[in-house]
């Protein structure tokens, strides 16, 4: 079962998701057989690769979204990463666009070090105050996940991965992606936002019974054998 995964690194809601899923992919019988695949998204290609101000500064300046109730929805996002084992500190959020970020994960996917990368570049964004439009930063975030700074640098020199991830955006949209998180299972399922584990629990459970259905064996030329139900037991 392959499960496509939407998500931008500036994006509170889809670290949250990813714990939550995550949640429900531990409890899943059949996680061993699930293949996870990390799609690029950007809530703001307009960003500079460095924006001077604060997170909340940035949200009344450019999104035009008053002051006071732009700090109770931090304060709602902040616990609902809590109740997750998360420790979101904005105040320390360094603003930035999150292009070349999405390019290391392209260049993590190619290594199979894709989870571990988004894993990281979140956590560093979130809650340690790192910049991930910085050069620096990325690298530190890359080798720490067991890739090579050397093959880093090249790849964001050339954008190697540019258009791989200017084709998930652009895929993401065609499929009607509109915001992240969002979840798609063997390209018949969408899942939007940030569900609580239960739900994606029952959504991969739906998805695994209808691929994989279960079929009744009985013996040839044979009556039913004989059975217990609710009324009582066959004599």
């Avoid at 392959?2 to 809601?13: G, L, M, Q, T, Y």
């Avoid at 809590?82 to 999150?98: D, Q, R």
């Avoid at 258009?163 to 992606?177: K, Q, Y």
């Avoid at 899942?191 to 029952?202: L, R």
């Amino acid at each position: 079962m392959k499960i496509e995964i939407w998500s931008d690194v500036a994006c509170p809601w889809c670290y949250i998701g990813k714990r939550r899923f995550e949640t429900a992919l531990n409890a899943f019988p059949h996680r061993d057989s699930v293949d996870v695949q990390w799609k690029s998204f950007q809530l703001d290609p307009t960003l500079p690769e460095h924006y001077d101000g604060t997170e909340l500064s940035y949200l009344v300046e450019r999104k035009g979204m008053d002051p006071e109730q732009l700090k109770g929805m931090l304060t709602h996002v902040t616990g609902a990463a809590t109740a997750e084992g998360l420790n979101f500190k904005f105040e320390n959020v360094v603003v930035a666009n999150s292009f070349r970020a999405h390019e290391l994960l392209h260049l993590a996917k190619s290594h199979g070090r894709g989870d571990a990368v988004k894993e990281a570049l979140l956590s560093a964004h979130f809650e340690h105050g790192v910049d991930i439009g910085n050069r620096e930063a990325l690298v530190a975030v890359g080798t720490e996940a067991g890739l090579s700074a050397v093959e880093i640098n090249e790849a964001l020199d050339s954008a190697k991965y540019a258009d791989n991830v200017r084709n998930d955006i652009a895929e993401g949209r065609a499929l009607g992606v509109q915001g992240v998180p969002f979840f798609v299972i063997d390209r018949k399922y969408g899942i939007s936002g940030a569900q609580p584990a239960e739900v994606f629990g029952q959504a991969l459970e739906q998805a695994w019974q209808e691929a994989n259905p279960l079929t009744m064996v009985s013996a040839t030329g044979g009556e039913g054998a004989e059975v217990c139900g609710p009324d009582g037991c066959a004599i």
